[in-house]
């Protein structure tokens, strides 16, 4: 198995986990995935990788337009490769896991902003990592 495929197997289970969950006991961030989940999805998902050996995901911050047509959209990096699995809440993505180059052209459209590693651990305010470890250990038990 490649590590591509690894990680898109990974993907596809992380997210499964997610929407086997039962939306009134998620966060608002992820109540209505994928639609408004990105970065916390993201950051859980680059967490989930860092549990099954696969370091190195940076969560990236994406911004495209101005005013009423401004657009926000967060995912994750390591070297060329770039992990979405939240993408298909525009109308444009079709795909539930994208897995592509960071040289993609529709992910070109966005203004980039590397934030840091992709591991909720890693947060520097004490509430938001208690909160995020928590979504983790209930996505994790929907894994199950």
């Known amino acids: 198995m490649t590590d591509e495929d690894r990680i898109r197997e990974l993907a596809e289970r992380f997210r499964e986990a997610i929407q086997k969950c039962d939306r009134t006991e998620l966060p608002l961030s992820l109540a209505d995935y994928p639609t408004g989940s990105c970065s916390d999805a993201s950051m859980l998902l680059g967490t989930y990788f860092k549990d099954n050996g696969i370091d190195g995901f940076i969560l990236i911050k994406g911004k495209r337009g101005e005013g009423n047509s401004l657009e926000t959209h967060y995912w994750l990096e390591k070297g060329d490769m770039l992990v979405d699995i939240t993408a298909d809440q525009f ?19 966005f203004d980039r902003f590397v934030l840091q590693e992709a591991d909720h651990r890693m947060i520097a305010a004490s509430d938001v990592r208690a909160h995020l470890e928590a979504v983790y250990d209930y996505v994790l038990e929907a894994d199950k």
């Open 91 to 109: 109308q444009d993505i079709n795909e539930k896991i994208v897995i592509t180059e960071t040289s993609s052209a529709w992910y070109g459209t």
